[in-house]
């Protein structure tokens, strides 16, 4: 990624921060385009990459009415830059809170020094506050002075993303693998379409510098093809590390090593389609009397292993909306109409695995439509607490630190059917 200038714009395109890093883009281009921008917004045909007629591309996003642009004129990767520019309002977050034009106009001096950290000759180089503010500090922290000459080791080191001096009283780490599950079943509970978006995240509180060492069972066995990382047994399509990972340990062996920043981060996220077996089915049978009444008998039944529960399921059934005196019985969990969303809602505390339970409904009907009933499916949301759809696990996680301390890790799993994510057709 090779960046010219970077361009801060207000809602009218006034010019409110320009930084240029090659001198081979200029002020009155930008202007040209964000004026062009801001003709396509009244229009609500915004693009975000443009090329303008001299061979620059402009790429921006917005944010409190403000206009982040990069320009270039190299063959750059867009999405990167589109993810710098999210990264200097979250620097701008961390350092006056609120991004907005008046903080961009008070803090004109700390902006400049900032982005010009930043980047390098258009080219990233730190994109962490925690990092920054090491040596850029802002009017409510005590200015550096000229008696310290050294420079931060998270600048210099290979670890620009840890500081150095770390202390904590108690050495530990917390994991938590969580999978959020996505999928449409058939009416005759088929599954139609899945996908697993996973994440291994940590929170670390260690001494020092230390050196970690993750293991992963044979579910997730890293396999390269392509150019591209795939998991042979959940049948990944993608896989990211943060960037503390040692991205050639793992070319080499598979091994995932790294030294962590302080305090909760992502460590690598994934994502897996093509999961065939459901966590949830539903049978119904729905009697439909026009203009005079609706019946639902309904049987929900769980498919993972019956050692795990599910908590808090809700089951939510849509119900027409001329649809009134409901009568509602249901074989566990408690069930109630929520008449301002036209839907039952059919909620357990707990569901064990390999169980099933019933419901059944009745409602008057003043009139009825037929096809608004039949096109909205059935949603389940939940949480699977010491589970993974895929099967991932963490086998073991070693840590070195010079010093030697011994570190306590805590390990969490997790899947989410997040609210809408999972439905099942009727």
């Known amino acids: ?72 004129r190299y063959n750059t990767n867009a999405a990167i830059v589109v993810e710098f520019l999210y990264s200097i309002i979250k620097v701008f977050q961390d350092y006056f809170k609120e991004v907005e034009e008046e903080s961009i106009s008070d803090n004109f001096v700390l902006i400049h020094q900032l982005l010009d950290e930043m980047m390098d000759f258009g080219y990233p180089q730190f994109s962490e506050a925690k990092v920054l503010q090491e040596y850029i500090v ?23 993303w840890r500081k150095e001096g770390i202390s904590h009283k108690k050495n530990q780490v917390y994991i938590d693998v969580i999978e959020k599950i996505k999928m449409t079943i058939s009416e005759h509970n088929r599954v139609l379409n899945s996908e697993i978006i996973g994440s291994i995240m940590l929170n670390t509180e260690l001494t020092g510098t230390p050196h970690c060492h ?25 896989i990211k590390f943060h960037q503390c990972v040692r991205l050639s340990k793992f070319d080499s062996d598979r091994s995932i090593t790294f030294i962590p920043p302080d305090g909760p981060f992502e460590l690598l996220s994934y994502r897996v389609s093509r ?35 599910a908590t808090n399921v809700h089951v939510f ?26 839907q039952m809602n059919w909620w357990f505390k ?37 589970e993974t759809v895929t099967g991932i696990r963490v086998k073991f996680l070693k840590i070195q630190e010079k010093s030697g301390y011994t570190a306590l890790p805590w ?16």
């Open 1 to 72: 990624m090779a960046c010219s200038s970077i361009f801060i714009f207000d809602s009218k395109g006034k010019a409110l921060i320009t930084r240029n890093y090659r001198n081979d883009t200029f002020l009155g281009q930008a202007k040209r385009y964000i004026s062009h921008l801001l003709e396509q917004a009244e229009e609500n045909e915004k693009c975000p990459i443009s090329e303008e007629k001299d061979g620059v591309t402009f790429i921006y996003v917005e944010h409190n009415s403000l206009y982040f642009v990069a320009a270039t």
């Open 138 to 160: 802002s009017e409510t922290h005590k200015l550096v002075t000229s008696e310290n000459t050294s420079v931060p080791i998270a600048v210099t080191g290979q670890v620009s």
């Open 214 to 238: 993750l293991g992963l069972n044979d579910k997730i066995r890293l396999e390269k093809k392509s150019s591209s990382k795939k998991l042979k047994s959940s049948q990944m399509d993608d």
């Open 275 to 309: 999961i065939t077996k459901p966590l949830f089915t539903i049978e119904s049978m729905i009697e439909r009397h026009p203009g005079s009444r609706i019946e639902y008998l309904l049987k929900v039944k769980s498919l993972f292993r019956s050692n795990a529960t």
């Open 317 to 342: 059934i849509p119900v027409n909306e001329n649809a009134d005196s409901p009568k509602i019985k249901s074989s566990s969990g408690k069930c109630k109409y929520e008449p301002q969303s036209n």
């Open 350 to 386: 707990n569901f064990e695995g390999g169980k099933e339970h019933t419901m059944r409904a009745h409602f008057g009907l003043s009139s009825f439509d037929r096809k608004e009933a039949d096109k909205r499916p059935i949603t389940i949301s939940f949480e699977i607490p010491y």
């Open 411 to 426: 390990i969490r799993y997790l899947v989410i059917g997040e609210p809408g994510a999972y439905e099942i057709r009727i």
